[in-house]
């Protein structure tokens, strides 16, 4: 009996052995578990307040459009001007009083530009702002930004909060609002799919065929993209002999402009039935890509209804 008695109890002790065991590695597994899904959720939590920001921004560029009273003009300085206001030369700006007298002819000033009013509300919270960028269809429906700082953007917000998205920019030497050969628009290539995280979907032929038109507004004009090129490619070296397409801006000869024309279309993985001739301006696309080292990925689109 004495004998039972001692092998139920080295049983027992073996049992609670056991069970402390495996509460221990219950509650190992737990902790484990735990950190395994902290960046989960970490991501899905940045996912969800960029996707707030946008529509914060989306909904402050349609309240912007109903809301804003008409005839007032917005200087590229960002200075708003009454209606009905003039300058001492009879420009908008500033009120006469006093005598009038009747001028001699002189030559008019260049009208200053006059801003979208849907871009007014959204340029005044920030002055990077210089243009939209969308594609009807997709994801992409983002402000285009620019400012002295070209990696600025890469990983702030519009609101200037820090953001691993970033913001859709242009560089610094980029002049979007007078003429010029190419915009290069830079954006991250986010594997939830915002900012360019879809632009890859243009490989495919059939995908280019439901969204070949871009929209780009600056600031004071709607400007419309047909897309010329679809392409990989990477960063290289700068003295490499190689085709780099982010060098290029401006096309002051035919020759130049050829170039660059030959070289996207070469590369291109389908022909888009789009063509261009010297005197036409671009738009280019450009995300990271993985297929190489510092790859990326690029569309060009060739600016529809006018020519530079």
Same mark, same amino acid.
């Given at each position: 009996?004495?004998?039972?008695?001692? @092998?139920? &109890?080295? @049983?027992?002790?073996?049992?609670?052995?056991?069970? #402390?065991?495996?509460?221990?590695?219950? &509650? $190992? $597994?737990?902790?484990?578990?735990?950190?395994?899904?902290?960046?989960?959720? %970490?991501?899905?939590?940045?996912?969800?307040?960029?996707? #707030?920001?946008?529509?914060?921004?989306?909904?402050?560029?349609? /309240?912007?459009?109903?809301?804003?009273?008409?005839?007032?003009?917005?200087?590229?300085?960002?200075?708003?001007?009454?209606?009905? /206001?003039?300058?001492?030369?009879g420009a908008p700006g500033t009120e006469q009083?006093?005598?009038?007298?009747?001028?001699?002819?002189?030559?008019?000033?260049?009208?200053?530009?006059?801003? $979208?009013? #849907?871009?007014?509300?959204?340029?005044?919270?920030?002055?990077?702002?210089?243009?939209?960028?969308?594609?009807?269809?997709? *994801?992409?429906?983002?402000?285009?930004?620019?400012?002295? +700082? +070209? *990696?600025?953007?890469?990983?702030? !917000?519009?609101? %200037?909060?820090?953001? =691993?998205?970033?913001?859709?920019?242009? %560089?610094?030497?980029?002049?979007?609002?007078?003429?010029?050969?190419?915009?290069i628009i830079y954006g991250h290539n986010m594997? +939830?799919?915002?900012?360019?995280?879809?632009?890859?979907?243009?490989? =495919?032929? !059939?995908?280019? $065929?439901?969204?070949?038109?871009? /929209?780009?507004?600056?600031?004071?004009?709607?400007?419309?993209?047909?897309?010329?090129?679809?392409?990989? !490619?990477?960063?290289? %070296?700068? +003295?490499?002999?190689?085709?780099?397409?982010?060098?290029?801006?401006?096309?002051?000869?035919?020759?130049?402009?050829?170039?660059?024309?030959?070289?996207? =279309?070469?590369? /291109?993985?389908?022909?888009?039935?789009?063509?261009?001739?010297?005197?036409?301006?671009?738009?280019?696309?450009?995300?990271?890509?993985?297929?190489?080292?510092?790859?990326?990925?690029?569309?060009?689109?060739?600016?529809?209804?006018? @020519? *530079?």
């Amino acid at each position: 009996m004495v004998i039972g008695l001692m @092998k139920s &109890r080295q @049983k027992g002790m073996r049992f609670m052995k056991e069970k #402390r065991r495996f509460r221990f590695l219950g &509650r $190992l $597994l737990f902790v484990l578990a735990a950190l395994c899904l902290l960046p989960l959720c %970490r991501e899905y939590y940045l996912s969800v307040e960029h996707q #707030r920001e946008q529509k914060r921004l989306k909904e402050s560029l349609l /309240s912007a459009e109903q809301t804003i009273t008409p005839g007032r003009t917005v200087t590229p300085e960002g200075t708003v001007m009454p209606e009905g /206001s003039i300058t001492p030369g009879g420009a908008p700006g500033t009120e006469q009083t006093g005598p009038t007298s009747v001028p001699l002819p002189t030559e008019e000033p260049a009208a200053e530009p006059v801003m $979208l009013k #849907r871009f007014e509300r959204l340029y005044a919270e920030n002055h990077d702002l210089v243009a939209w960028l969308s594609i009807e269809g997709t *994801e992409i429906d983002y402000p285009v930004m620019q400012c002295g +700082d +070209d *990696e600025y953007y890469l990983n702030h !917000s519009f609101y %200037r909060k820090e953001s =691993k998205y970033g913001c859709l920019y242009v %560089r610094e030497r980029a002049d979007v609002h007078t003429p010029g050969t190419n915009f290069i628009i830079y954006g991250h290539n986010m594997k +939830d799919g915002a900012m360019f995280g879809n632009l890859e979907l243009y490989q =495919k032929e !059939s995908y280019f $065929l439901e969204h070949p038109v871009i /929209s780009f507004d600056t600031l004071y004009e709607e400007r419309r993209y047909e897309i010329l090129a679809v392409f990989r !490619s990477q960063v290289y %070296r700068q +003295d490499e002999n190689v085709f780099q397409y982010y060098q290029f801006y401006e096309a002051d000869t035919p020759e130049e402009f050829a170039s660059f024309y030959q070289n996207i =279309k070469s590369l /291109s993985l389908y022909d888009t039935g789009v063509t261009a001739e010297f005197g036409d301006t671009f738009l280019t696309l450009s995300t990271c890509a993985y297929h190489v080292e510092d790859g990326r990925f690029v569309v060009v689109a060739k600016r529809a209804g006018r @020519k *530079e």
